[in-house]
């Protein structure tokens, strides 16, 4: 530079009260936070624009290199900008009009004191280049908080689902995880459950409640959601997941979230057996099917029992015995729907269940006896 930075310094130095008017009148406009920040710390922004002024000078003439601190420090700009909830196109426009504003202000200030145009162009091109290299590091900052941030919460949230999922859960503990993952904790919470292969059913899970948390338990794959007592939230659930094999736990306090996921599980297991075959399946809507077929052991053993008199006859006749004993306990013995149902005459009717009183005697005017077979039949069927 021909004319010393020195003089360049005292010029502009003179036009900072002007520099900032003309700033803070284009910040209010844009972001008008930023235009306030301005007013009410203007000895600090005037030391800064004295310090950059310095550092742009120094860079202009020696050619000096881009300062670790100063990285970190626009850096920081972007994290405490995540952190604020403020948008990081704001931040971006706060350079963009301050740079615009400040190369203003130098360019006439070194036109006053006789730069050479050529200087005026490096200088142009240092204040430019210097204000694009920490704009990056201000988005950069931005962006990796919002990433750890987001990390952050996912593990938090992660955290909050084994929380309620312990048994006993604690309701003071799963508050406290709560407010850690920043979830607002619901009266009531159900468990959605999709196949781990099944494609639509991962992508039904994408399209939950912003609130859902996901549930990450191999071979589970579902999420949490909130229990929406208002009307139509059942249904607009079903909308969501219709046509991918979803099960709905039964809605429960947030600390008895375990037992909900229990008897989705089995819901889930009855779906893939075709024993429940809605779409999607709620299990609110199946608890007596859930009873019975909690245990197959136990239904098998029951089967065995109470079927018992029927083994004495050949397996054909058996099979129709059975098949006649069912309808009977579905149809409370009304013969004529019997009849309709399984497609034979009523006096086959008449004479199958002759020959069942025949095996079981009194038995089938037992009313205990009676249950017993409409689990081990009826449900089991």
Request: hydrophobic share 45%.
């Amino acid at each position: 530079m021909i004319v010393s930075s020195a003089a360049l310094t005292t010029a502009i130095e003179r036009r900072v009260p002007e520099l900032l008017a003309e700033a803070r009148e284009a910040l209010a406009c844009r972001v008008p936070d930023y235009a306030r920040f301005l007013v009410e710390h203007e000895q600090e922004v005037t030391a800064g624009v004295l310090a950059v002024l310095g550092r742009v000078l120094s860079r202009a003439q020696d050619g000096e290199a881009e300062r670790a601190e100063e990285r970190e420090f626009f850096e920081e700009l972007g994290r405490s900008q995540w952190r604020e909830g403020r948008d990081l196109p704001d931040l971006l426009a706060v350079y963009q009009i301050g740079v615009r504003v400040f190369w203003h202000h130098v360019s006439a200030a070194a036109l006053e004191v006789g730069l050479t145009p050529d200087a005026v162009a490096a200088l142009a091109e240092t204040v430019f280049f210097f204000v694009d290299r920490l704009s990056s590091a201000s988005a950069h900052g931005y962006v990796l908080e919002q990433e750890e941030a987001g990390a952050l919460r996912e593990r938090h949230r992660e955290e909050l689902v084994d929380v309620m999922l312990a048994e006993p859960a604690d309701p003071a503990a799963v508050r406290a995880a709560a407010r850690r993952a920043d979830w607002p904790v619901p009266e009531k919470v159900a468990v959605v459950l999709v196949e781990p292969e099944d494609a639509t059913g991962r992508r039904a899970l994408s399209r939950l409640d912003p609130d859902a948390l996901p549930i990450r338990r191999p071979p589970l794959v579902g999420a949490v959601v909130p229990a929406r007592s208002r009307a139509g939230g059942r249904a607009a659930l079903a909308g969501l997941l219709r046509g991918a094999h979803a099960t709905v736990g039964a809605p429960v306090p947030p600390e008895r979230l375990a037992q909900s996921l229990q008897l989705a599980e089995i819901a889930a297991r009855l779906t893939k057996e075709h024993l429940l075959c809605d779409d999607p399946v709620f299990v609110a809507d199946h608890l007596d099917a859930i009873i019975v077929h909690r245990d197959r052991r136990l239904l098998d053993a029951l089967g065995e029992q109470v079927l018992a008199p029927l083994e004495a006859c050949p397996p054909s006749s058996r099979d129709r015995l059975r098949e006649t004993l069912r309808s009977w306990l579905w149809h409370m013995g009304d013969r004529r729907a019997m009849a309709e149902e399984l497609h034979v005459h009523p006096q086959t009717i008449r004479y199958r269940l002759g020959r069942l009183h025949d095996l079981y005697g009194d038995a089938l005017h037992d009313p205990e006896v009676r249950a017993r077979l409409t689990l081990a039949l009826v449900w089991r069927d």
